[in-house]
Structure formats: structure tokens, C-alpha cells
């Protein structure tokens, strides 16, 4: 009688869900899958041997990619961040303004909007203000992880004008200026120069 045996990989999939696929450029179905060689006869499995490793595969390219790769965030993700880390910035610099005027708060709601929450309107921005709570900094890190440079200085010209419109920065709002410009990645110099030129372009009475 005949006795095959040897040894051979097996995967099973562990876990499962949606991650932005390198190859296919998009968001995608994937499986995380383990391996384990084992010890086989008759080409069946019969002893767990050593573990070899994980590994993501797409499931609509089937390439396979470190399990790092589900760190990335989704397109999805990367959309919803933008209008949730203005929503922060907004609320960080009307909090650190003493008496908000109609204009500021309308210039809060139009940076929010255009930065893709086009609902978002003055009653939303109550509720977010009616937080006894300091807002969360880390969709504004999110955001900061996923815009270039220019971005970044764009997405906070918009945060900083919240304030300017109604004058020059004080200074509890250049400090809450700089708490954002530091949870978006900038320095404190790209910060100070973004300020500057947003103050020095507001049109005043």
C-alpha cells in the first residue's frame, strides 16, 4: 500500500470587512487570513505544525498584502474625516472666543459645509457647542495625516477665519489656533504665517 504524506500551508480566514485595496485604487472587500504548515497524508491535513504568518487578500483582485495595509484608512473614511475635523476646529475656536458674533457662527457653518457636510446648518452647531466637553482632536489628526501641505494650510485658513471675521485674533484664539495647526501636523511657524496672512486678507469695516 501506497503512503503519501509531506507538508503544506493552509489558510483560514480570520476576519473580515472593507479596507482600501493598493492595487485596485478603491475600497474593497477583504479577508485577513492566517496560515499553519501541517503535516499531511493523503494530501489531508492531520498535524498543526508551525504558523506562518498572516496576510490581507482583496477580494476583488485576490492580491494579498501585510496585514499594516488595514491601518490605511478607507476613501469612505477619508471623506467623513474632512467635514468631522472642520466640525472640531469650528468648535475649538468659537469656544475660545468670549462672545461669538452671528457672523463668526455663520462663517463656522459655511466652513463646515464646504467641507463636504453640505446639511450641516445653525442647529448643528448648537449641539456641537452644547458639549460640556472639550471636542476630540483626533479626526482633526486624521485629517491632517491624509492632506498635503497646501491642503493642510487651506483646511486651516478656513478654521482661522472663524475668529477673524469678527477682528485680529485674541490671544485665548491664537492659542486655539495653534492647538489646531499642531493636531493637523504643522509647525508652529506654518501656523504663525497662515494666521498672518488670513488676518492681514480679511476685509474690515
Known amino acids: 500500500m501506497l503512503i503519501i504524506f509531506g507538508l503544506r500551508i493552509f489558510f483560514r480566514t480570520i476576519g473580515q470587512g472593507v479596507f482600501h485595496c493598493p492595487r485596485c485604487g478603491g475600497d474593497r472587500q477583504y479577508r485577513l487570513r492566517a496560515g499553519r504548515r501541517f503535516f499531511t497524508l493523503f494530501f489531508v491535513p492531520v498535524i498543526p505544525l508551525t504558523k506562518v504568518g498572516e496576510h490581507v487578500q482583496c477580494s476583488t483582485c485576490q492580491a494579498r498584502f501585510h496585514p499594516d495595509v488595514l491601518r490605511l484608512p478607507t476613501a469612505a473614511q477619508m471623506s467623513a474625516a474632512l467635514p468631522e475635523g472642520m466640525r472640531v476646529a469650528a468648535v475649538i475656536m468659537l469656544q475660545a472666543t468670549t462672545l461669538a458674533s452671528p457672523a463668526a457662527r455663520q ?97 474690515r469695516d
Not at 457653518?109 to 448648537?126: F, K
Not at 495653534?178 to 498672518?196: E, K
Open 107 to 203: 462663517q463656522a457653518v459655511e466652513a463646515i459645509r464646504g467641507a463636504g457636510a453640505p446639511g450641516y446648518g445653525p442647529a448643528n452647531l448648537d449641539a456641537d457647542l452644547g458639549h460640556p466637553v472639550s471636542p476630540d482632536p483626533g479626526s482633526l489628526v486624521q485629517v491632517g495625516a491624509q492632506l498635503t501641505p497646501e491642503a493642510k494650510e487651506w483646511f486651516f485658513a478656513q478654521a482661522v477665519r472663524i475668529a477673524v471675521v469678527d477682528g485680529p485674533l485674541s490671544a485665548g484664539q491664537r492659542q486655539a489656533a495653534q492647538a489646531i495647526g499642531q493636531h493637523l501636523g504643522m509647525t508652529p511657524a506654518q501656523t504663525l504665517g497662515v494666521v498672518t496672512m488670513t488676518e492681514q486678507a480679511a476685509p
